[in-house]
């Protein structure tokens, strides 16, 4: 690991200021993926910002029924009202890590860890993502755990995050500071997909952060769910994840958001599938549309074929198993 | 005092480190301390195949604490070729420019601390010419071909019987089938670690070993000295499954690098650097042609295997050695081809050879059983062999049968009530499997000294490791057993060549090897004391037959009438002795009348979910014949974990290549998945065996090996009865059944 520079800002004004001034600066919250990173060589910070000082644990429910969640508040959180009215999150966090990493890992390291390409994670390996311009050995090489959609000629690494996809399907906003204050990034605008500048990982302008993230009031007669599929019972990414959320009246769909983990490069909103069910009942019909309409534009290849099957059975059974 | 005498071999007591581990003051290798150690750290290559045209170390030879850079060209020269395997390769580390596997060592840095030295390591810069890498099996299997050289010298390449190609033309009943396995690891969860230093020319190395007498002689010929001028010792080792028992080359470099700066040099490995360096099972190719009559009897068998290997060595994986054992087949053919492919050299993992073997043909005998219509065991029964196929000679022990029987009790086994792909529950597919395996037992000499102290305490010394399987704690029972005292009196010391030579701790050779010579060293002891006792007027047992004396619980006494006799503390204090020590030494017969094997027979039941189909292992039974067992407490725990580990090669492990480079992708605990609790289910190990001293004096045979044959094809015969699906390829992944 190289050696680096040890920063606690003591407030948010502080972070900004280093943040901007200075290039080489990261932001550590929980650690859990940047220290890994660095420990590999694939990231290496000249100075980082250790943000324990800044309080930003705070869980803050808003007049309107809404809710602010810290950026760092942990991943273990433990939260009744939240749990009640936002399960898709807490069910997004559980299958998301190990209780040991979800004591360390916060909201907005969560929304923010790096891919879990093999090939940006393995620095023998050519990557855009890491070092912009050198091309992706990703495109020429296994590409079984890479992504269906959103891909580009440069990258087509998938987002590891579980509680962004859950985020993505409850329409939350990113709260952010930076050097011309404060602003929110709609979730759905967060991720950028890779296009021709993949090492361009969210929305963030140079010298913001994230400080929360908010979720609208949850609506009457919602009803959510999180399926993840992977090789093992635990302990994995997701080969493909489906977070829906549906309100209704009476048994006539009224809104439907689907998103989906582990097949893109951000989560993943499945419009289509979204159109398939609103309007309608949710019965054995409209969800063999909704999955099928799932995958469409999704632009598989050998490998990963079968994340196409994957993706329309994960949200068959997200709207099948809702009550 | 009076308690009642329990046998100490067979008994259910805790392991001897146990409170040691479980409080974490357990010392394995990478926390032996070491005043003054520097820290030694290897430069990767970046690429899978080619040269090194330049490498320029200058940046790191200034960085803060560095000792040293050495490379292929300031290496000081290796003084002698090790014999294979007990050094893996025939190519030693930093020999010269070439590259031939991803990541393998190009330089090593030694400094201060392990963090300069890692800093400094990336400061080397290596200028590569770029050669054209085969990246995996099946690019490299049409230049299949016999593989030549030690390793074939050891794995014989083709086995023969009879006409194969004659008996499956006439076959009423044929099958014949691919197989693929994955190229997997062992990754235990101890990275290897070396602590080397030099006296003069005496070098001591604290390595993570599962055999120090053998690395012990690999080390002194790579160096040039006397196996004297060597002391290994082995401290408890976090899992090996065979990835320490060859010595790889970080082993050499960290002695190496100790004599260059004349400091105690540690270099303990990355976990990417177990990965690609220190062996694996490699990707296999097999196919197995069964022929049969309609009544389920085989006429025939042919088993062709290929497997990848480096470009430096032809290592046969040895998938067609018990072929020619499994069933009473009268006409057998079996070949192994290698494939050269830019990988590390392979080495043994568990089971060597009988994983990928009996995958293939038990999932055959499985095909040809649906084929035929009949039960799976029964055809397994209809063609059980009583004596060894091959040799013709009876078995020193072999209760398959009884594995059959007391297994499918367990289990429920019942075969015929439903069609494969028929049986639900839920939202499950259910499916049932069974496979069976064999294991041909292996020996080495070894020798033990035991003895026993006047204060009633015994010591056994043997140069065994303790690799997880619970070796220290079968041998102080089998001493106890042998000296006649209770084990907590006993204690052990192991894992150094100082001691008495131990058998390897691979192979399954501990419970038949080491323990033999244990059990020979402890009844030498008994024996001295009771003749002792016999021929002295003082004693109580003065005047008795050697035969009529036993000794329970430290006491010796007359059979016939306990009530007389003495303990080993009055009878050794009063004549002086402080203790009373033998050796016990092991030889195998050279020529035996006998085959030695272990058997083992495996039921399992999958569940699969019908639209998400990873695949789950909701119960599975194996039954063992291991001979005697040592203590069922360590056994049963040892099969589990054996059987567990199998079902991660069936289920998720593969070291993935890159396609292009052959690079692997998945050199990572994150990405090369093994079973973690919640994907365990109701694992069950019983034991049939029973005391088989004509394997071995002890009458226990090896079990870290059979537990984790026929696990795999029991899976996979259970996939397919639940889902009417073969699946021909491991890891049986859930893409593989969507």
Not at chain 2, 142 to 147: E, K, L
Not at chain 2, 241 to 269: E, I
């Amino acid at each position: 690991m190289r050696t680096f520079q040890l920063d606690r800002p003591g407030d948010l004004a502080e972070a900004v200021r280093i943040l901007a001034e200075d290039e080489g600066a990261r932001v550590i919250a929980g650690g859990t993926d940047l220290v890994t990173l660095m420990r590999d060589g694939i990231q290496q910070p000249s100075r980082v910002l250790d943000l324990r000082d800044l309080g930003l644990t705070e869980i803050e429910w808003q007049p309107d029924g809404g809710v602010r969640i810290g950026a760092l508040c942990p991943n273990a959180v433990d939260d009744r009202r939240l749990a009640a009215e936002y399960p898709l999150v807490v069910a997004a966090l559980r299958a998301g890590a190990s209780p040991q990493i979800r004591n360390m890992a916060t909201f907005g390291g969560n929304i923010l860890q790096q891919t879990r390409c093999a090939y940006y994670r393995l620095p023998e390996f050519a990557c855009n993502r890491r070092d912009p311009g050198t091309g992706c050995a990703a495109l020429r090489g296994d590409s079984a755990k890479q992504a269906i959609f959103g891909v580009s000629d440069t990258c087509n690494a998938v987002h590891p995050s579980d509680l962004a996809v859950a985020l993505s399907a409850l329409e939350a906003e990113v709260l952010v500071h930076g050097p011309a204050g404060a602003r929110r990034i709609p979730i759905r605008e967060f991720h950028p997909l890779p296009g021709d500048t993949p090492h361009r990982v969210s929305a963030l302008r140079d010298g913001e952060l994230v400080t929360g993230i908010e979720l609208p009031a949850a609506g009457r007669g919602r009803v959510s769910n999180y399926v993840k599929f992977r090789d093992r019972a635990s302990f994995a990414f997701a080969l493909a994840s489906a977070a829906v959320v549906i309100e209704r009246a009476g048994t006539v769909v009224l809104g439907a958001r689907i998103a989906l983990g582990g097949v893109a490069p951000k989560p993943w909103r499945a419009e289509h599938a979204e159109r398939a069910l609103v309007g309608n009942r949710l019965d054995e019909d409209s969800i063999a549309a909704a999955s099928a309409a799932a995958v469409r534009g999704a632009t598989p290849r050998k490998d990963n074929e079968y994340k196409v099957e994957l993706v329309r059975r994960v949200v068959r059974r997200a709207l099948s198993e809702l009550e | 005092m009076t308690r009642s005498w329990v046998e100490p071999i067979g008994a259910n007591i805790n392991r001897v480190e146990a409170l040691a581990k479980v409080t974490g003051r357990a010392v394995y290798t990478a926390d032996v301390p070491a005043q003054g150690a520097a820290h030694a750290v290897q430069v990767p290559s970046q690429i899978s195949a080619g040269r090194v045209r330049r490498i320029d170390t200058r940046e790191a030879e200034r960085a803060t604490g560095v000792l040293a850079v050495l490379t292929h060209q300031n290496v000081p020269r290796w003084r002698g070729q090790p014999a294979i395997p007990y050094y893996a390769e025939s190519r030693l580390p930093l020999s010269d420019d070439r590259i031939h596997f991803g990541n393998q060592c190009l330089a090593l840095v030694i400094a201060d601390t392990l963090h300069q030295a890692e800093y400094a390591a990336s400061l080397v810069l290596v200028d590569y010419q770029l050669g054209q890498p085969v990246p995996n099996l099946d690019a490299a299997r049409a230049d299949a071909y016999p593989p030549t050289g030690p390793y074939p010298d050891r794995f014989p390449t083709e086995h023969r019987r009879g006409d194969a190609v004659a008996a499956l033309r006439s076959a009423p009943v044929r099958v014949d089938r691919e197989y693929r396995t994955a190229t997997i690891s062992h990754a235990p969860m101890e990275p290897s670690s070396t602590l080397a230093s030099w006296d003069g020319d005496q070098l001591t190395l604290h390595d993570s070993s599962q055999g120090v007498f053998a690395h012990r002689e690999a080390v002194a010929t790579a160096f040039g000295l006397p196996v004297e001028s060597v002391r290994l010792i082995s401290s408890l080792i976090g899992g090996g499954f065979g990835n320490k028992s060859y010595t790889w080359g970080h082993t050499l470099l960290a002695a190496l690098a100790a004599r260059v700066v004349r400091r105690p040099v540690r270099l303990t490995l990355n976990r990417k650097e177990v990965f690609t360096g220190t062996g694996h099972m490699p990707a296999m190719i097999q196919r197995v042609r069964l022929g049969a009559r309609r009544d389920g009897t085989l006429t025939a068998i042919t088993h062709d295997t290929v497997n990848a290997t480096s470009p430096t060595d032809d290592r046969n994986e040895p998938a067609i050695q018990s072929t020619p054992a499994l069933y009473a087949v009268p006409n057998l053919a079996a070949r192994a081809q290698v494939a050269k492919v830019n990988i590390g050299t392979s080495g043994a993992m568990r089971t060597p050879g009988d994983t990928p073997g009996q995958f293939a043909v038990e999932c055959a005998m499985d095909e040809l059983a649906y084929e035929l219509g009949m039960d799976p065991l029964e055809l397994r029964r209809k063609n059980y062999a009583e004596r060894h196929p091959q040799s013709g000679k009876p078995f020193s022990g072999k209760r398959l049968l009884r594995c059959y029987e007391v297994g499918a009790a367990e289990f429920g086994w019942s075969w015929g009530e439903a069609e494969p792909g028929t049986l639900r529950d839920g939202n499950d597919l259910v499916g049932y499997g069974m496979a069976s395996g064999i294991r041909a037992e292996h020996s080495a000499p070894a020798a033990a000294r035991v003895e026993i102290s006047s204060d009633g305490t015994a010591e056994v010394r043997t140069g065994t490791q303790e690799i997880g399987g619970g070796t220290l704690t079968t041998m102080v029972q089998v001493a106890a057993s042998g000296l006649g005292v209770s084990p907590d009196r006993v204690s052990i010391k192991a894992g150094d060549t100082d001691l008495p030579q131990g058998a390897p701790t691979f192979g399954s050779m501990t419970s038949g090897s080491t323990g033999s010579a244990v059990h020979l060293g402890a009844r030498r002891v008994r024996v001295a004391a009771i003749r002792l006792a016999i021929r002295d007027t003082q004693s109580p047992l003065h005047g008795a037959e050697e035969d009529a004396v036993d000794v329970r619980d430290g006491r010796l006494l007359l059979r016939a009438d306990p009530s007389r006799g003495e303990t080993y503390v009055d009878l050794l204090d009063r004549h002086g002795i402080g203790a009373l020590r033998r050796v016990g030494e092991y030889q195998p017969e050279e020529e035996s009348a006998v085959e030695r094997a272990t058997f083992g027979a495996h039921f399992v039941e999958v569940r699969i979910d019908r639209q998400l189909s990873r695949v789950r292992v909701a119960r599975h039974v194996g039954v063992f014949d291991c001979g005697r067992v040592l203590n069922e407490k360590t056994a049963t725990n040892q099969a589990r974990g054996g059987m567990i580990f199998a079902m991660g090669g069936a289920l998720m492990e593969q070291l993935v290549p890159d396609p292009v480079s052959g690079r692997l992708i998945t050199p990572a605990l994150t990405d090369y998945h093994v079973p973690v609790h919640a994907d365990i289910g109701d694992v069950r190990a019983l034991f049939v065996g029973e005391h088989e001293p004509e394997a071995h004096p002890v009458g226990a045979k090896g079990l870290g090996e059979i537990c984790s044959i026929g696990i795999a094809p029991a899976i996979a015969n259970a996939v397919f009865h639940a889902t009417g699906k073969r699946v021909r390829e491991l890891p049986i992944t859930p893409e593989k059944l969507l």
